[in-house]
């Protein structure tokens, strides 16, 4: 089969303005209760989008650690590509992508550090492994495997069993100003409906065409 031939017939759901919440964050929280009601894989995985110092996008998975009216949370390292990009353009473009339900979720906003209180009791939530990966890897650094190892070992061993965050691994929020929820419909007439935020802080909602 051709590539080109490949595709998916939507038509489970619709969404209309009459029946999404007044916010977004109001909207995701049931879309996202949903997403675990029919036990969608990893739900909480989203893309996250950034802008390198060449004006390049770039993108990668990311898992979503937390959500509220601030924003949408993630956990990384500071010194990564993306941390890097991050603290040069602070701005971020999230998607969720959550095929058995036929939905899409896109939010774009500004970027800020979590605070020092917030990162560590997320560090100290994750299992030990995990936090002394932390440690070990200078994400997006080049690095052989057997080096890695020898670093995971080495520190296994110096850190014990409860390490402290390092200084470079912490969390992000994006505070958006534009959500975006799409609901696959049949013929591709999908349904968009988008939430604006407007400088006296409301939201404003439109439909897109699909």
């Given at each position: 089969?051709?590539?080109?031939?490949?595709?998916?017939?939507?038509?489970?759901?619709?969404?209309?303005?009459?029946?999404?919440?007044?916010?977004?964050?109001?909207?995701?929280?049931?879309?996202?209760?949903?997403?675990?009601?029919?036990?969608?894989?990893?739900?909480?995985?989203?893309?996250?989008?950034?802008?390198?110092?060449?004006?390049?996008?770039?993108?990668?998975?990311?898992?979503?650690?937390?959500?509220?009216?601030?924003?949408?949370?993630?956990?990384?390292?500071?010194?990564?590509?993306?941390?890097?990009?991050?603290?040069?353009?602070?701005?971020?473009?999230?998607?969720?992508?959550?095929?058995?339900?036929?939905?899409?979720?896109?939010?774009?906003?500004?970027?800020?550090?979590?605070?020092?209180?917030?990162?560590?009791?997320?560090?100290?939530?994750?299992?030990?492994?995990?936090?002394?990966?932390?440690?070990?890897?200078?994400?997006?650094?080049?690095?052989?495997?057997?080096?890695?190892?020898?670093?995971?070992?080495?520190?296994?061993?110096?850190?014990?069993?409860?390490?402290?965050?390092?200084?470079?691994?912490?969390?992000?929020?994006?505070?958006?100003?534009?959500?975006?929820?799409?609901?696959?419909?049949?013929?591709?007439?999908?349904?968009?409906?988008?939430?604006?935020?407007?400088?006296?802080?409301?939201?404003?909602?439109?439909r897109l065409a699909p």
């Amino acid at each position: 089969m051709s590539v080109a031939d490949i595709r998916q017939k939507y038509g489970k759901f619709e969404l209309l303005e009459s029946d999404v919440a007044d916010t977004p964050i109001e909207q995701f929280t049931r879309w996202f209760a949903q997403a675990l009601e029919a036990q969608v894989p990893e739900p909480n995985a989203m893309t996250v989008a950034t802008l390198g110092p060449d004006q390049h996008p770039s993108a990668r998975i990311v898992l979503l650690k937390g959500f509220d009216e601030r924003g949408f949370v993630f956990y990384t390292n500071y010194e990564s590509r993306k941390g890097r990009e991050l603290a040069q353009h602070p701005r971020a473009s999230l998607l969720f992508f959550w095929q058995p339900l036929e939905r899409q979720v896109r939010v774009e906003g500004r970027i800020e550090k979590t605070s020092a209180e917030e990162s560590d009791e997320y560090f100290h939530s994750r299992p030990l492994d995990s936090r002394i990966g932390a440690w070990v890897s200078p994400q997006s650094q080049p690095i052989s495997r057997q080096e890695l190892e020898a670093r995971k070992q080495a520190l296994t061993e110096s850190l014990g069993e409860s390490p402290d965050r390092p200084p470079h691994w912490g969390g992000y929020r994006v505070v958006p100003h534009y959500v975006e929820f799409w609901q696959g419909r049949p013929s591709r007439l999908h349904d968009r409906l988008a939430y604006r935020l407007q400088d006296d802080s409301q939201w404003t909602l439109q439909r897109l065409a699909p």
